[in-house]
């Protein structure tokens, strides 16, 4: 069935996920506060918008992926009159206290919201293998959209929003402390003699096995300009996960310390995987 869409933030993950509702046959209409980034989309059929406002007009559906929670403010809370019935699809990265606000903020105006964050990055949101947390009491209602973009066997329907929310930061916090682990495993492998391709043949089968699969390959080029999660992304949750968490967080501390310095050095918009540079000699 063809849906009247808006589909509000066209990032790296968001052109993806909406060439995926486009494919489907649904009509789509897209903006983003950042001009420029439609013209592929545009191409593919979508209708490009001025302004958000003009993008949620009529639309039955709105799916908002965002940089975080101050942007959906911005954007939508402070920004939007979604009409009653509208179902609003959030996939921003945003605090379970966030996801609670908006979920009050939508009951109040009738508007069924599910936020929905995906685990996994540009890969396999092009394969359609994303892990999906769809949370809200009209969940369900987002599940035929969501699964364009998802593994079936990763896509999990939860009651509340916010545990939505704190389920994406629990998948991001074990990406960034996984790849902290992968760092001093290369520290201590070379102090110890063995050379990188070494170290790294050594983790297969590992706790620190996938982290050095998916990104070993950046390490032994020495290239990090090919982002699939931005360290400027990663730092951005690592900040939502340390205000979240009631008690001490020291792994994804030190995670988080690393993406600062490489955020301070201009290199936030290339891959996290760039906070291992200085490993490379």
Do not use: C, Y
């Amino acid at each position: 069935m063809t849906t009247r869409t808006a589909f509000l933030g066209l990032g790296r993950m968001g052109r993806i996920l909406a060439g995926h509702l486009l494919t489907a046959g649904h009509d789509v209409t897209v903006w983003n506060r950042t001009p420029g980034k439609d013209a592929e989309l545009v191409a593919a059929g979508a209708t490009a918008a001025p302004t958000a406002a003009a993008a949620v007009e009529d639309a039955e559906v709105v799916v908002t992926a965002l940089f975080g929670p101050a942007a959906v403010r911005e954007v939508v809370l402070d920004g939007l009159e979604l009409p009653a019935g509208t179902l609003w699809i959030d996939i921003t990265t945003i605090s379970p206290a966030d996801a609670a606000e908006h979920a009050t903020w939508a009951a109040q105006r009738g508007v069924d919201h599910v936020h929905a964050p995906v685990v996994g990055s540009l890969g396999p949101a092009a394969d359609r293998a994303l892990g999906v947390l769809a949370g809200g009491p009209q969940a369900q209602r987002a599940v035929p959209f969501v699964s364009l973009w998802a593994d079936p066997e990763r896509l999990q329907v939860l009651p509340e929003a916010a545990a939505a929310a704190t389920g994406k930061l629990v998948a991001n916090l074990a990406l960034a402390v996984s790849f902290q682990g992968l760092v001093e495993a290369v520290r201590l492998g070379t102090s110890g003699g063995l050379d990188l391709d070494q170290v790294l043949t050594t983790l297969k089968g590992t706790g620190l096995g996938f982290i050095a699969g998916a990104k070993g390959e950046n390490l032994r080029t020495g290239q990090f300009g090919n982002t699939q999660f931005s360290a400027d992304l990663l730092l951005k949750d690592a900040g939502l996960m340390l205000d979240t968490s009631a008690l001490p967080l020291p792994a994804l501390t030190a995670a988080a310390q690393a993406l600062l310095v490489a955020q301070r050095a201009g290199l936030g918009g290339e891959d996290f995987s760039v906070v291992a540079r200085d490993e490379l000699g």
